[in-house]
């Protein structure tokens, strides 16, 4: 945008009175021995400078005040809010996951919680070293999300799930953005992947829902699964194949997957099954609301 | 607001909304809403633009404010954050078109032009006498400065800041701080003149 003015110069003259002027706060006055000339051109160059008075602008309004001190105690409230210590809640709203007063200490004490219970289950140790790693990434998640809710208004990141509004009946959902708290730092990027997975592509599957989902979701006070190990048929399921609704995640061998829940817990299940719903899909029976997650 | 606090230096007055004084800070904000919200819409365009980087620059002042070296001035710290906001603002609303003036003209290596504002000023209005149009030109004429030109023509005219205040606010070489401040002069005029022989056309 520069290059337009690099070609544009005041002659040396000009040049060398205004960096007087400026020495004296554009005083004219206060500039000693000048010649006529001098003075002159400080004039010309004051006479320019004086249009820039004409810009047209507006005295600050009586509220602009006001409106700034509450901007400041919106953030001394919100920073207060980070010292305490809460138990993580969500509730959901139309535009994803909302969240009330998480804290860093709850949060931070359930990853290590989650880790110390994932130890002592003692399955295959490449296994359950995956298991526990992909907690702990999952966790990160959790509590980048928390983090990002508190600073936007209680909203968690979302993006349009295009790629599976055939299984809307054409209405594009929407699914949490995991990948906007890596970009603004509220995770790593690698906390974005199970390590069982491989790296390749996404490695979670998040809760995808319609607009108007979120709401009846809100109304039914149950536990909610915001993300979870790779849902493994969606791919299935989008090219209209037969799939098992049944199908555990690959990625933890025979150890189930993880499911970061609303209330801010990891559990693992070992079969794609919780609390009545499927993690995946529907099992085929119409309950009227599901958990639908995709990647 | 205390008769107290209104005889209160600016930096006393930072001093004393970090040791809990509620109203210190209302002070503050009282003495420069006026020549920090003008200063922040000829930088960024608009009144409505202005009174929300009004309210980032004091948030900033208040988190920064321990950070605040006493024994320098505040308002050219005031300026310089309010200049990084506008700067910041800029970044996230950067539509602006910007005017190529005499691009076409020769002088110090190609392509390079003087401005000689001593002739110029034998074809210019009072300032006084401008109309709402002329006024408008003015306006056009320094929303067209890129943003780097713009904020020093400013501060150093409206603020009265010295090439070395700027230069540490901006933490820029002096010579840039003074090549700029010719450049956005030159530019200035140049974009003002070229608009009224416009109109008059």
């Given at each position: 945008m520069s290059n337009s003015f690099d070609h544009l110069k005041l002659c040396k003259a000009d040049a060398d009175m205004l960096d007087q002027l400026v020495d004296v706060g554009?005083?004219?006055?206060?500039?000693?021995?000048?010649t006529p000339e001098d003075k002159q051109r400080a004039n010309s160059i004051l006479k320019m400078l004086n249009?820039?008075?004409?810009y047209p602008v507006e005295d600050a309004s009586d509220t602009l005040i006001d409106v700034t001190l509450a901007r400041i105690n919106q953030y001394e409230a919100k920073r207060a809010a980070r010292m305490q210590i809460h138990t993580p809640e969500l509730e959901t709203t139309r535009r994803g996951f909302k969240l009330r007063m998480p804290d860093l200490i709850t949060v931070a004490a359930m990853i290590l919680l989650t880790v110390s219970v994932f130890a002592m289950l003692g399955k295959s140790a490449r296994n359950q070293s995956i298991n526990n790693e992909c907690a702990t990434n999952m966790a990160m998640v959790g509590r980048g999300l928390f983090y990002y809710a508190l600073d936007h208004n209680g909203n968690t990141p979302t993006e349009q799930a295009t790629e599976v509004a055939s299984l809307f009946g054409g209405i594009i959902p929407e699914r949490t953005n995991a990948e906007v708290l890596a970009a603004e730092e509220?995770?790593?990027?690698?906390?974005?992947?199970?390590p069982g997975h491989g790296g390749?592509?996404?490695g979670f599957s998040y809760q995808t829902q319609s607009a108007a989902m979120w709401d009846e979701i809100q109304s039914r006070g149950k536990v909610f699964i915001i993300m979870s190990d790779l849902n493994p048929i969606l791919g299935r399921m989008l090219a209209d194949k037969e799939f098992d609704p049944l199908t555990p995640s690959p990625t933890h061998g025979s150890l189930g997957q993880n499911h970061l829940r609303d209330d801010g817990s990891i559990a693992s299940g070992?079969?794609?099954?919780?609390g009545g719903d499927l993690i995946w899909v529907l099992?085929?029976?119409?309950?009227?609301i599901d958990i639908f997650l995709t990647h | 607001m205390s008769a107290e606090t209104t005889q209160q230096t600016d930096e006393e007055l930072l001093s004393a909304h970090i040791d809990g004084d509620s109203g210190a800070f209302e002070e503050l904000m009282d003495r420069y809403k006026n020549n920090l919200l003008h200063f922040l819409i000829r930088f960024v365009g608009s009144t409505a633009a202005a009174e929300d980087v009004f309210q980032e620059t004091f948030l900033q002042i208040h988190i920064s404010a321990e950070t605040f070296?006493?024994?320098?001035?505040f308002k050219p710290w005031l300026f310089t954050i309010a200049a990084n906001k506008g700067r910041d603002w800029h970044r996230k609303h950067s539509k602006r078109t910007v005017l190529s003036l005499s691009q076409e003209i020769g002088g110090e290596g190609e392509g390079t032009r003087f401005i000689d504002l001593m002739e110029a000023d034998q074809e210019l209005p009072d300032a006084t006498l401008l109309d709402t149009e002329q006024k408008d030109s003015i306006r056009n004429a320094v929303e067209q400065l890129p943003d780097h030109l713009r904020e020093i023509l400013l501060l150093s005219y409206?603020?009265?800041?010295s090439y070395v205040q700027i230069s540490e606010s901006l933490h820029i070489p002096l010579g840039t701080v003074k090549s700029r401040l010719h450049a956005a002069v030159a530019a200035f005029s140049q974009a003002w003149q070229t608009a009224n022989s416009e109109d008059d056309v």
């Open positions: 554009f005083e004219v006055d206060q500039l000693e021995y000048l249009f820039l008075d004409a509220y995770c790593e990027h690698h906390h974005l992947n199970c390749e592509g996404r070992a079969a794609p099954v919780f099992d085929g029976k119409s309950r009227g | 070296d006493p024994s320098r001035r409206f603020q009265q800041m």
